[in-house]
Structures are given as C-alpha cells and as structure tokens.
T-cell receptor
Framework: DTGVSQNPRHKITKRGQNVTFRCDPISEHNRLYWYRQTLGQGPEFLTYFQNEAQLEKSRLLSDRFSAERPKGSFSTLEIQRTEQGDSAMYLC?????????????????FGPGTRLTVL | AQSVTQPDIHITVSEGASLELRCNYSYGATPYLFWYVQSPGQGLQLLLKYFSGDTLVQGIKGFEAEFKRSQSSFNLRKPSVHWSDAAEYFCAVEPPYNNAGNMLTFGGGTRLMVKP
C-alpha cells in the first residue's frame, strides 16, 4: 500500500454544478478525515468517519456538502450546486486510532488532495 | 476551542543557516502536537509529533521540536537548512481524548524560502 490516494487531483467546474471527490485510505486504517484548505491558509476540519459511521461534521460543512464511507473503505465527498467560495484544496487523511483508556493515539496520513476551481 | 498561532507568515534564511519556526497553541489541557510540511501542490507530510514524554522530539529530514508547557509552544528547529527545505510548514494540535475525534487544528502556516 503506497498511502492515501485521492481522485481527481484537479477539478474545474462551473458554478451550480455538482462535483464528487474520492479518497482511498490506507487499508487497515479505521478513521478517515476530510479537510479543506484555501489559498494561504492551514487546513480546516470538515468531517470524519470511524469505520462507516460519520461521527462529526464541522459547521463549515453546509447542507450542500455530503460525505459517505460505505463499508468503511473508500470515502466520497460531494458538493452540490457549487459556489465560487467552494474553490479550495480538499484533503483526505486516514489513521489507525489506538485507544489507551480515555486517550486515543492517532497519527493522520494525508493524501495529495483534490484542487477544486469553481468558475 | 483550541487554536494554533504561527506568528511568522514568511521566513527567508540562507542555505546552511539555522532555522526556528514558532508555534503557540491554546487548549485547556496538553494536546498532542504535530509539525507538517507541504510542498507546492502536494499533500501534507508529517515531520514529527509529540504525544508525551521527552519534550525534545526528533523528526525526519533533520528537524526537531521542543514542547514547552509553560509557554504553550512547540517550536520547530533545524541546525542547517538545505535548499530543498523550502516549503510551507504547518503546526497542528489534536485533542488527546479518544471521544473528541482527534481531529487536527492547524495554524495558518509559515512559508520558508531558502536563499542560495
């Protein structure tokens, strides 16, 4: 396994169109995260899955965004009715969380990202 | 809510010179701490991490970072910078508690340029 992969690497779309991105995590990893990174900023958390369950969503994730992780393997992030403000790099990360009591040790490995440009 | 501050947006150093990138965090308890590097158009690569124990941690590519609890800081250092180190560097924190989801909160990044 060579790491986290994301497809497509680049997507150009017109405002109002729907887009879908795919993330394939490292195979034994139980957690999968989506982050968004706008130009000149650090990544911001969007949502995460533990196996197939989506456990948390950021307030950044509007109703136009939906994410799935069927069968706890790959994940998709769909944006409906895209807006110019959605233009960003969408990063996926996966991790194998090791729980020790209430603590969780969690090293996230990132994919190369999908750069979305909305015209 | 946790936050991360990287006070220096841009830093330029000469090749061979030493480097220190600053990171300060705000969190109720001691979080887990990370430094990532991002080359143009690429994803994030983990340089080093701190979970607990020795406050001076060694990472890849000759980088190290020191956790100072009293200053809520986790500064990244390298004794001699190489031209290939030019990139964007991000400090990040993670809540240590498993039920908090362990999602990362990133600083705004520091862009490092290296002069020949």
């Amino acid at each position: 396994d060579t790491g986290v992969s994301q497809n497509p690497r680049h997507k150009i779309t017109k405002r109002g169109q729907n887009v879908t991105f795919r993330c394939d995590p490292i195979s034994e990893h139980n957690r999968l995260y989506w982050y968004r990174q706008t130009l000149g900023q650090g990544p911001e958390f969007l949502t995460y899955f533990q196996n197939e369950a989506q456990l948390e969503k950021s307030r950044l994730l509007s109703d136009r965004f939906s994410a799935e992780r069927p069968k706890g393997s790959f994940s998709t992030l769909e944006i409906q009715r895209t807006e110019q403000g959605d233009s960003a790099m969408y990063l996926c990360a996966s991790s194998l969380t090791i729980s020790v009591g209430v603590l969780g040790y969690n090293e996230q490995f990132f994919g190369p990202g999908t750069r979305l440009t909305v015209l | 809510a946790q936050s991360v501050t990287q006070p220096d947006i841009h830093i330029t150093v000469s090749e061979g010179a030493s480097l220190e990138l600053r990171c300060n965090y705000s969190y109720g308890a001691t979080p887990y701490l990370f430094w990532y590097v991002q080359s143009p158009g690429q994803g994030l690569q983990l340089l080093l991490k701190y979970f607990s124990g020795d406050t001076l941690v060694q990472g890849i590519k000759g980088f190290e970072a020191e956790f100072k609890r009293s200053q809520s800081s986790f500064n990244l250092r390298k004794p001699s910078v190489h031209w290939s180190d030019a990139a964007e560097y991000f400090c990040a924190v993670e809540p240590p508690y498993n039920n908090a989801g362990n999602m990362l909160t990133f600083g705004g990044g520091t862009r490092l340029m290296v002069k020949p």
